[in-house]
């Protein structure tokens, strides 16, 4: 494959600008982010318009290397020989592009799309090609779709609240209105409130079981009727280290996420015979909005806590010693919906640095 390169102060079509992101998106798979926004830009259409700037990727690679010496995707500093061990990637030409691209043409949905975990896995596969429903029963969720639609994907954002049957149908029809099709559904969107259990109340443990077990539920049934009929598609659940084993003063959130593996397992019986995994992961501690609530009232709750101690101290009992990041979650549900994993169902994957190691 040849691809066309331009410098970015040339001036270009509109059509050509909706390519650039690929570009970025590439660079920053290759670590070359350094100069994404300088360098050139790559177009896989219309190799000639540019004229004489047609260079094969390969050749395109081995002379930036040759002027970055970039730490490539494969997390080794090749000081001395990165041009070659770019020539022989580029040499692959499509290949190449394709395996960083690998969901273009799908389309994904995600709940609790707005923030924290969510909007990391959307912005994960958006920048491997998807198309991307992003849910959240709050307008913050179309920032996320035009964070999106900026990297030069393609996305709407639509509210939902999980709990709700309507709600989620209503989401999964806007789906297939827009895109036709669903290939993945992540059911992410989860609350949680802690108490002591003499101070828990009726609402807060229906508010936790409807949001956290019944949304996914609702969530995984609405898209597996579309999946059964295309005879394909992919769920994953995001369930919770409380999955594994509940902590106090959050009975009515470990049950829910307990809850979130049965489903888990259940529904990849039922559905493996249409070419449909189901699979759940349980995250650990993450460094979102969830997890800064959670050290407050922990905190206030096991001890005379100042903001941020009780959370450090826990990261502290992590093997890894850090608290882990929305980037490394959305690592694993992409593997989860990624065809390496086409034989992998019925499975719950802890992302916790080892933490909790079952």
Known sequence: MSLSVCRSDQSYSAGAREEYADLKIIMTHCGMSI?????????????????????????????????????FMFGTDHANNTGTELSKIGQKGDAFVEKLMRFRGKVVVITGASRGIGRGVALRFASEGA??????????????????????????????????KSDVEALYDQALGRFGKVDVSIQNAGVITIAKIEDMTEEEWDLIMDVNTKGVFLCCQAAAKIMMKQGRGCLINTASGQAREGFIYT??????????????????KELAPYGITVNAICPGIIGTDMWAYNDKVWGKLLGDYQKGELMQEWVDGIPMKRAGTPEDVAGLMAFLASEDAAYITGQTINVDGGLIMS
């Not at 393609?154 to 939902?160: E, G, N, Y």
């Not at 009975?251 to 529904?267: D, E, F, N, R, W």
Request: charged letters at 25%.
């Open 131 to 164: 198309d991307l429903v992003v849910s959240a029963n709050e307008e913050r969720s179309r920032d996320v779709a035009e964070e999106i639609k900026a990297m030069g994907g393609d996305a709407i954002s639509v509210l939902c609240d999980v709990s709700r």
């Open 251 to 268: 009975p009515h959130y470990a049950a829910s996420k307990m809850g979130v593996v049965g489903i888990t397992q259940s529904l990849a």
């Open 35 to 71: 100069f994404a926004n300088e360098a050139a830009m790559v177009f896989k259409r219309s190799p000639n318009v540019y004229g004489d700037t047609t260079w094969s990727w390969g050749s395109t690679l081995k002379k930036w290397s040759r002027t970055y010496s970039p730490r």
